[in-house]
């Protein structure tokens, strides 16, 4: 199977047209093969979750009910992402299998939209919440090597428990980012090949093999969603997952949540205030 | 590498003998069928090597298919009758006129005697860049290449334009529209009846074919209703050379005149202006109980251009089709001509 459709431009150039829309289905396979992988794994070969004990836990009784996990902003932002995400990959690739529909205009509003929310989150992000809580850091890796020397019966300390997200999400994090960052540039760049009313029309603003790679780069990381978004899905609806998910929609997570799965002092939520009448308590966000 | 293209590339010919089997053809080899009728298109796709289907239904001895029948209820036209017999036949001028004009002036008499109403309505953009050969959005590519500002568009959309820019060059469809026509299409799943407009896709929706024809299916009737026989019509194609060319636009329309001369009821559809055939509905609505004179094809004319969107080169459409509608209005009146 070929990867990539070519071309042969007016002027006689092989040049790539696109990727090739049978991905489409490659990258559907996939994300239910990690499912069903994953699924097995957590059914059949996980060792019960077991962390360190710290010293922090001593502060548990500061804790509040709920433990703020997610500023009304940033859960915004997600699910205004999320929407606008599975707007993309419909509009995309529906018509790819034979569903036609006027997409272009959907496809670009959502794009539009994405990208709006994106430049918004790298500013909130970066100034007003804690930038660095969604990178891995050393002892996330540490841990992580721990629980995978721990997995096939080497010796190894018992990993500490998670800072505000765990590696998988820092991870995640890292690869829609890539991804997303990815579609929405060449996106940006090939609304000029359309009519949009928003910038004037110039094909001509790179060479005939520019576009094309553009396009290649534009549609692999679009399948790649496909499979990135079908994973995202299936951790938010597992069971032991749910309260992650919850916090996504109500903004907190439960104190024994937060005390069973986080570190205190990786990330620390401050005593609960005498005059909190929610519950609530300071959090450095999202 | 040189690229040769003196030879049609090898197919697997079929020729069913019933509409019935033809279909079931076309089922069987889904996508990789090519359906022919006249021929007329089908040969310079083929012969420019450019569709390379792997099996070819000829559909020219299905004789069902072919034939005009006239009943109480309008006329049912075999999709594989050809342009001359339509252009002759009696009832077809004595009532719908506006189509027996109109296949008249498709292409050249030896076109109209070997081209067909299914083929005609059916018929693939007529933009040299897409049938060059070259990777455009209707050849499934992602560019236009009509749609540069060097592009050459001169022939291209005013109206319904999305992303490709190609007009439906049909000089029949107008008048089938006018005439409220339905086309009547074989599926997998059976048979289909839709409006005339109904049948044409555009890009905005499929960008790869203009009409609503998938793999499997195939148009076997055309079917016009009695309810305009004898109505006053006006055809008009504009066109480069008069001798024998595609639209540079095209107007037809079908009229009833109230006791007093005012329009009672219209269709009217354009042409060559838009990927897909346009019926002009506010128009009709606009012009109902309005006499069909100058003043209303004015104001007629200007209601039909707005929202049209030229190219580098098609800024003449505009006046053109305002132009066109006028005189298709004043054509209606007691004492319009219909044109040609």
Same mark, same amino acid.
């Given at each position: 199977?070929?990867?990539?459709?070519?071309?042969?431009?007016?002027?006689?150039?092989?040049?790539?047209?696109?990727?090739?829309?049978?991905?489409?289905?490659?990258?559907?396979?996939?994300?239910?093969?990690?499912?069903?992988?994953?699924?097995?794994?957590?059914?059949?070969?996980?060792?019960?979750?077991?962390?360190?004990?710290?010293?922090?836990?001593?502060?548990?009784?500061?804790?509040?009910?709920?433990?703020?996990?997610?500023?009304?902003?940033?859960?915004?932002?997600?699910?205004?992402?999320?929407?606008?995400?599975?707007?993309?990959?419909?509009?995309?690739?529906?018509?790819?299998?034979?569903?036609?529909?006027?997409?272009?205009?959907?496809?670009?509003?959502?794009?539009?939209?994405?990208?709006?929310?994106?430049?918004?989150?790298?500013?909130?992000?970066?100034?007003?919440?804690?930038?660095?809580?969604?990178?891995?850091?050393?002892?996330?890796?540490?841990?992580?090597?721990?629980?995978?020397?721990?997995?096939?019966?080497?010796?190894?300390?018992?990993?500490?428990?998670?800072?505000?997200?765990?590696?998988?999400?820092?991870?995640?994090?890292?690869?829609?980012?890539?991804?997303?960052?990815?579609?929405?540039?060449?996106?940006?760049?090939?609304?000029?090949?359309?009519?949009?009313?928003?910038?004037?029309?110039?094909?001509?603003?790179?060479?005939?093999?520019?576009?094309?790679?553009?396009?290649?780069?534009?549609?692999?990381?679009?399948?790649?969603?496909?499979?990135?978004?079908?994973?995202?899905?299936?951790?938010?609806?597992?069971?032991?997952?749910?309260?992650?998910?919850?916090?996504?929609?109500?903004?907190?997570?439960?104190?024994?949540?937060?005390?069973?799965?986080?570190?205190?002092?990786?990330?620390?939520?401050?005593?609960?205030?005498?005059?909190?009448?929610?519950?609530?308590?300071?959090?450095?966000?999202? | 590498?040189?690229?040769?293209?003196?030879?049609?590339?090898?197919?697997?010919?079929?020729?069913?003998?019933?509409?019935?089997?033809?279909?079931?053809?076309?089922?069987?080899? $889904? @996508? *990789?069928?090519? =359906?022919?009728?006249?021929?007329? &298109? /089908?040969?310079?796709? !083929?012969?420019?090597?450019?569709?390379?289907?792997?099996?070819?239904?000829?559909?020219?001895?299905?004789?069902?298919?072919?034939?005009?029948?006239?009943?109480?209820?309008?006329?049912?036209?075999?999709?594989?009758?050809?342009?001359?017999?339509?252009?002759?036949?009696?009832?077809?001028?004595?009532?719908?006129?506006?189509?027996?004009?109109?296949?008249?002036?498709?292409?050249?008499?030896?076109?109209?005697?070997?081209?067909?109403?299914?083929?005609?309505?059916?018929?693939?953009?007529?933009?040299?860049?897409?049938?060059?050969?070259?990777?455009?959005?209707?050849?499934?590519?992602?560019?236009?290449?009509?749609?540069?500002?060097?592009?050459?568009?001169?022939?291209?959309?005013?109206? $319904? @334009? *999305?992303?490709? =820019?190609?007009?439906?060059?049909? &000089? /029949?469809?107008?008048? !089938?529209?006018?005439?409220?026509?339905?086309?009547?299409?074989?599926?997998?799943?059976?048979?289909?009846?839709?409006?005339?407009?109904?049948?044409?896709?555009?890009?905005?929706?499929?960008?790869?074919?203009?009409?609503?024809?998938?793999?499997?299916?195939?148009?076997?009737?055309?079917?016009?209703?009695?309810?305009?026989?004898?109505?006053?019509?006006?055809?008009?194609?504009?066109?480069?050379?008069?001798?024998?060319?595609?639209?540079?636009?095209?107007?037809?329309?079908?009229?009833?005149?109230?006791?007093?001369?005012?329009?009672?009821?219209?269709?009217?559809?354009?042409?060559?202006?838009?990927?897909?055939?346009?019926?002009?509905?506010?128009?009709?609505?606009?012009?109902?109980?309005?006499?069909?004179?100058?003043?209303?094809?004015?104001?007629?004319?200007?209601?039909?251009?707005?929202?049209?969107?030229?190219?580098?080169?098609?800024?003449?459409?505009?006046?053109?089709?305002?132009?066109?509608?006028?005189?298709?209005?004043?054509?209606?009146?007691?004492?319009?001509?219909?044109?040609?």
């Amino acid at each position: 199977m070929r990867f990539i459709t070519w071309a042969t431009s007016p002027w006689g150039q092989s040049v790539p047209a696109h990727v090739a829309w049978g991905l489409i289905w490659i990258a559907i396979i996939a994300g239910f093969c990690f499912m069903i992988v994953h699924a097995l794994y957590i059914l059949v070969v996980a060792p019960p979750k077991r962390f360190a004990e710290r010293k922090a836990e001593a502060v548990a009784a500061g804790v509040p009910e709920r433990v703020p996990r997610h500023t009304l902003a940033a859960r915004l932002f997600h699910w205004i992402m999320a929407a606008s995400m599975l707007t993309l990959l419909f509009t995309a690739f529906l018509p790819k299998v034979g569903v036609q529909f006027n997409w272009v205009l959907y496809h670009w509003i959502a794009g539009c939209v994405l990208t709006i929310s994106i430049a918004f989150h790298i500013v909130h992000a970066s100034f007003f919440l804690d930038f660095w809580s969604i990178w891995p850091d050393r002892t996330d890796l540490r841990d992580a090597k721990n629980r995978v020397l721990r997995f096939f019966g080497k010796p190894a300390p018992l990993a500490g428990k998670f800072a505000k997200y765990p590696l998988e999400n820092k991870l995640y994090h890292g690869a829609i980012m890539l991804t997303g960052l990815a579609a929405a540039i060449t996106g940006l760049f090939m609304m000029k090949r359309i009519q949009t009313g928003i910038f004037v029309r110039n094909p001509y603003l790179f060479s005939e093999m520019t576009w094309g790679m553009m396009y290649v780069l534009h549609g692999l990381v679009g399948v790649g969603l496909i499979a990135l978004v079908m994973a995202h899905v299936y951790m938010g609806i597992r069971p032991e997952k749910l309260p992650i998910t919850k916090s996504m929609i109500f903004g907190w997570m439960s104190r024994d949540f937060y005390l069973e799965e986080h570190d205190t002092a990786r990330w620390a939520v401050k005593p609960q205030s005498s005059d909190s009448s929610e519950g609530y308590a300071a959090s450095d966000g999202d | 590498m040189a690229v040769f293209r003196d030879v049609m590339p090898a197919f697997d010919l079929l020729q069913p003998g019933s509409a019935a089997e033809a279909q079931q053809l076309l089922e069987q080899n $889904g @996508a *990789d069928a090519w =359906v022919m009728a006249g021929g007329l &298109d /089908s040969f310079d796709w !083929l012969k420019d090597r450019i569709k390379k289907p792997k099996v070819l239904v000829d559909l020219s001895g299905v004789d069902e298919l072919k034939g005009i029948r006239v009943s109480a209820n309008g006329v049912e036209i075999g999709a594989m009758t050809t342009l001359t017999e339509i252009a002759n036949h009696a009832e077809i001028k004595r009532n719908y006129g506006v189509l027996s004009q109109a296949v008249e002036l498709v292409a050249s008499p030896q076109i109209r005697n070997q081209g067909t109403l299914g083929g005609n309505v059916s018929q693939d953009v007529r933009c040299w860049y897409y049938r060059g050969g070259w990777p455009c959005y209707r050849a499934g590519g992602d560019i236009c290449y009509a749609d540069t500002p060097v592009g050459r568009n001169r022939e291209h959309a005013i109206f $319904g @334009a *999305d992303r490709c =820019v190609a007009v439906h060059p049909s &000089d /029949s469809v107008p008048a !089938l529209i006018a005439l409220d026509a339905q086309f009547v299409v074989q599926t997998a799943k059976g048979e289909r009846v839709v409006d005339a407009e109904d049948y044409f896709v555009g890009p905005e929706t499929d960008i790869t074919r203009l009409n609503m024809l998938g793999p499997g299916d195939l148009l076997t009737a055309i079917r016009i209703p009695a309810a305009w026989a004898g109505a006053k019509f006006y055809f008009e194609k504009v066109r480069d050379r008069n001798v024998w060319d595609f639209p540079l636009m095209n107007v037809a329309s079908a009229t009833r005149l109230s006791g007093s001369g005012d329009i009672e009821q219209m269709r009217i559809a354009v042409n060559a202006v838009s990927p897909r055939p346009m019926r002009l509905k506010a128009v009709e609505d606009a012009v109902r109980g309005k006499p069909a004179n100058a003043e209303t094809g004015e104001m007629a004319g200007k209601m039909a251009v707005q929202g049209a969107v030229p190219l580098q080169f098609n800024a003449y459409k505009i006046p053109l089709m305002r132009n066109l509608v006028k005189r298709a209005i004043v054509g209606a009146g007691p004492g319009g001509r219909e044109a040609a």
